[in-house]
């Protein structure tokens, strides 16, 4: 056999490697099926009863054999959702962990979730004071206050403190249906004088803000004029009166 003849046989066989190759690569597995398939993650640590928004969220690209049959792959499909179980960063959202703020089962920790210097402080509430219900774990809310007049003929009504984050509906452990009969919220132990004040001479009522504001209230500066970690010195008529002049009239 001739040279000519070799160098044409070789250049067949890499041609036909070529097209193998070439089609091999054309019918295998797609990109998204290799490892480009969408999930969507938690972007940090996120808590029970979190209402969802898009900075808590991410998309990350997984290996279709990882990702989990009821992973969430788009992220307005969780937006406005509340998560149902607490996430770490980096977890994906699964669709049967978002609901809404009635879908919230399961046990809560043992520990109430209480920042540094701060106390929980339980208020009555009931359907009419306590927003018919629908104060629920994790919402954000005002308190008002409502004193009767010195002629006893009107009440004077003002809101005390806003934006104080609820941190539990209920006795521990309660299963009874309709409205909770308390509310436990983080305050100061300055501000849970004023507020046990309030209880034993006046009544409180409250008003939900919306989830859009949640943000903002868990941002805002803290009481000035009731620290958190403050010792706790009494509260009498005269120092309501000083924080709120019109108030008591």
């Known amino acids: 056999m001739n040279l000519p003849v070799l160098i044409l046989g070789?250049?067949?066989?890499?041609?036909g490697f070529g097209v193998t190759l070439l089609l091999a690569l054309n019918s295998g597995p797609s990109a998204t099926a290799a490892g480009n398939q969408p999930v969507v993650v938690a972007a940090r640590d996120l808590d029970q009863r979190?209402?969802?928004?898009?900075?808590?969220?991410?998309?990350a690209h997984w290996a279709a054999a990882d990702v989990p049959p009821s992973a969430v792959t788009s992220s307005r499909a969780a937006v406005g959702q509340v998560l149902l179980a607490s996430l770490k960063r980096g977890q994906p959202v699964l669709s049967n962990q978002i609901g809404q703020a009635g879908d919230v089962t399961g046990q809560q920790p043992a520990f109430l979730p209480l920042a540094k210097g701060y106390v929980a402080a339980t208020l009555p509430s009931?359907?009419?004071?306590?927003?018919?219900g629908y104060v629920q774990a994790g919402d954000y809310i005002d308190i008002v206050a409502i004193v009767g007049s010195r002629t006893g003929?009107?009440?004077?009504?003002?809101t005390v403190y806003s934006g104080v984050?609820?941190?539990?509906?209920g006795a521990a452990g309660s299963t009874a249906a309709g409205p909770p009969s308390?509310?436990?919220?983080?305050?100061?132990?300055c501000q849970a004088e004023f507020l046990?004040?309030?209880?034993?001479n006046a009544?409180?009522?409250?008003?939900?803000?919306?989830?859009d504001d949640y943000a903002a209230a868990a941002a805002a500066p803290p009481d000035a004029a009731c620290p958190a970690g403050g010792s706790s010195k009494g509260v009498t008529e005269a120092d309501v009166r000083a924080r709120w002049p019109a108030l008591l009239g």
Do not use: C, M
């Open 153 to 158: 003929s009107t009440s004077n009504v003002r």
């Open 50 to 59: 979190t209402v969802l928004q898009a900075q808590d969220l991410t998309t």
């Open 126 to 132: 009931s359907e009419l004071p306590g927003v018919g």
């Open 10 to 15: 070789a250049a067949l066989a890499l041609a």
């Open 165 to 169: 984050r609820v941190i539990r509906v």
């Open 203 to 211: 009544s409180l009522k409250y008003t939900l803000l919306a989830h």
């Open 182 to 189: 308390s509310l436990t919220l983080a305050v100061s132990e």
């Open 196 to 200: 046990n004040w309030f209880v034993a």
